[in-house]
């Protein structure tokens, strides 16, 4: 872990534990922590968060999924509705896959925080949905013309996707504590990817042993013990090399009892030899 000055793991611990300071201001600081720790994962995730997901959706976090109603407008032959609540077995069977969990919400959080801001709910339609309309218009038994479908998004559930972004936030600052990571360090770039792959992916956590020594001074990264405990992996290096290591440690230890002898004789003036 490289020692830097702005402290930038504080900072974004700060930022995402006080509510008073936007979600973007904090988001940004990660991306910073990212690209000194030479972790693609955190920049990437931070990216997202404030820009949006935009043709990424298949790599948008569940908590940006809602569930909400689905409303209706159009006519039949009695009568104009507004705001007419379906459920998602009246659509078409093509259709009730993609929308049965709820519409996605790949914007990113400057328009989130605008959105949770509205005293009512906010019609929103999901991409594919005028397709869904002109087919139930041609091409299915409804008894009725549509003009919109349409998802009713409770700001209250904006608001909830803010919390878990925010909850996210503080639970990587955790996972990086955790290893080792202290306020005003930068963590290797395997420790900030564990963090995300953890906490965003729920993937299984590994052991990470952080090396103080190694670790703290400028452009550090992880070693490749660090590495291989971190991966879960055991050392696959030929047997020939570890024979290597031990003549050189013997030859090491055995030079240094020599030096030690001739030092004592050299002090004595006796000479065995």
């Given at each position: 872990?490289?020692?830097?000055?702005?402290?930038?793991?504080?900072?974004?611990?700060?930022?995402?534990?006080?509510?008073?300071?936007?979600?973007?201001?904090?988001?940004r600081?990660c991306?910073?922590?990212g690209?000194?720790?030479?972790?693609?994962?955190?920049?990437?995730?931070?990216?997202?968060?404030?820009?949006?997901?935009?043709?990424?959706?298949?790599?948008?976090?569940?908590?940006?999924?809602i569930?909400?109603?689905?409303?209706?407008?159009?006519?039949?032959?009695?009568?104009?509705?507004?705001?007419?609540?379906?459920?998602?077995?009246?659509?078409?069977?093509?259709?009730?896959?993609?929308?049965?969990?709820?519409?996605?919400?790949?914007?990113?959080?400057?328009?989130?925080?605008?959105?949770?801001?509205?005293?009512?709910?906010?019609?929103?339609?999901?991409?594919?949905?005028?397709?869904?309309?002109?087919?139930?218009?041609?091409?299915?038994?409804?008894?009725?013309?549509?003009?919109?479908?349409?998802?009713?998004?409770?700001?209250?559930?904006?608001?909830?996707?803010?919390?878990?972004?925010?909850?996210?936030?503080?639970?990587?600052?955790?996972?990086?504590?955790?290893?080792?990571?202290?306020?005003?360090?930068i963590?290797?770039?395997?420790?900030?990817?564990?963090?995300?792959?953890?906490?965003?992916?729920?993937?299984?956590?590994?052991?990470?042993?952080?090396?103080?020594?190694?670790?703290?001074?400028?452009?550090?990264?992880?070693?490749?013990?660090?590495?291989?405990?971190?991966?879960?992996?055991?050392?696959?290096?030929?047997?020939?090399?570890?024979?290597?290591?031990?003549?050189?440690?013997?030859?090491?230890?055995?030079?240094?009892?020599?030096?030690?002898?001739?030092?004592?004789?050299?002090?004595?003036?006796?000479?065995?030899?």
């Amino acid at each position: 872990m490289a020692r830097r000055q702005m402290g930038l793991l504080a900072q974004i611990e700060k930022g995402a534990l006080d509510e008073s300071i936007p979600l973007a201001s904090t988001l940004r600081k990660c991306v910073v922590l990212g690209g000194h720790a030479g972790s693609s994962e955190l920049r990437d995730w931070a990216r997202h968060e404030l820009d949006g997901y935009g043709d990424d959706v298949s790599e948008m976090p569940d908590y940006r999924v809602i569930a909400a109603p689905i409303l209706a407008n159009g006519m039949n032959v009695a009568y104009q509705f507004r705001r007419h609540q379906l459920s998602v077995w009246d659509l078409p069977d093509f259709a009730q896959e993609a929308y049965r969990d709820g519409i996605k919400m790949p914007m990113g959080v400057g328009e989130l925080e605008k959105l949770a801001g509205n005293s009512k709910p906010i019609d929103m339609q999901a991409p594919g949905m005028p397709d869904v309309v002109h087919y139930m218009n041609n091409f299915g038994e409804y008894n009725a013309s549509f003009e919109s479908i349409y998802f009713s998004v409770a700001p209250t559930a904006v608001h909830g996707i803010l919390d878990k972004i925010r909850t996210n936030l503080v639970a990587m600052v955790a996972e990086l504590r955790a290893v080792g990571v202290g306020s005003e360090d930068i963590p290797t770039s395997l420790a900030a990817d564990q963090a995300v792959n953890v906490i965003i992916k729920k993937a299984k956590r590994s052991p990470i042993t952080i090396n103080n020594a190694v670790a703290s001074g400028p452009g550090a990264v992880a070693s490749a013990d660090q590495q291989n405990t971190a991966a879960g992996q055991e050392d696959e290096s030929p047997w020939w090399v570890h024979a290597a290591r031990g003549s050189w440690v013997f030859l090491v230890g055995l030079a240094g009892i020599i030096g030690a002898y001739a030092a004592v004789a050299a002090g004595k003036n006796w000479w065995p030899f």
